[in-house]
Every structure is written in C-alpha cells, then in structure tokens.
C-alpha cells in the first residue's frame, strides 16, 4: 500500500451504499452489466455486504449466471481465488449455478 494511503477498516455498508452497486456501469471491456455488477460487488464488498447485495440484485430479477466477454459467470471466474469460496457458497445460496 503506497505510504500516502490510510487503511481502511470495518467501513459502513448500509443498504443504500450496497444498493448503489446495481447501477455500476460495465468494467472495462466487459459489456454485461449484470456480470460487471455481480464483480464489481465481489471485489468491494465483505461476504456478509455481497449476501445482502445478491438478495437486492435477484429482487430486480437479475442475472446470477451472466457471462463475463470470456464466456464466465462469476461462480466460474472467481473458483481459483484464494478468498472466493465464502463468495461462491453465497453465490449458490442465491441461485447461481456454474
């Protein structure tokens, strides 16, 4: 971490934070918006935030297998992360499938 940044620990995630990630534009190249959402919220948020953003994000009828420009849900492009299966379990849990 670059000495000029402070660390940032136990951040507030109240709903209308969490719910803001539904309206994120596609990342980079990815034209999916519903895949883009699903990564962008994996990459920002804590399990127990992401839970509470796939609950949101099946309630706006959702995609939970879209597909990354590569041909990946994010069940598949996150399986190999270290971090991810509590994101995977959580993923399941809500319907994803892959």
């Known amino acids: 971490m670059r000495p000029d940044k402070k660390k940032v620990v136990d951040e507030i995630w109240d709903d209308e934070r969490i719910r803001s990630f539904l309206d994120k534009k596609a990342l980079g190249s990815e034209s999916n918006t519903d895949f883009s959402a699903l990564l962008y919220a994996y990459r920002s948020m804590r399990v127990e935030d992401?839970?509470?953003?796939l609950e949101l994000f099946v309630e706006q009828g959702r995609d939970l297998n879209a597909l990354s420009r590569s041909g990946e849900t994010l069940l598949?492009?996150?399986?190999?992360?270290?971090?991810?299966?509590?994101?995977?379990?959580?993923?399941?849990?809500?319907?994803?499938?892959?």
Not at 81 to 92: I, K, T, Y
């Open 50 to 53: 992401f839970q509470r953003f």
């Open 76 to 98: 598949t492009s996150i399986a190999a992360h270290r971090v991810s299966p509590p994101f995977q379990a959580a993923l399941r849990s809500a319907g994803a499938t892959g």
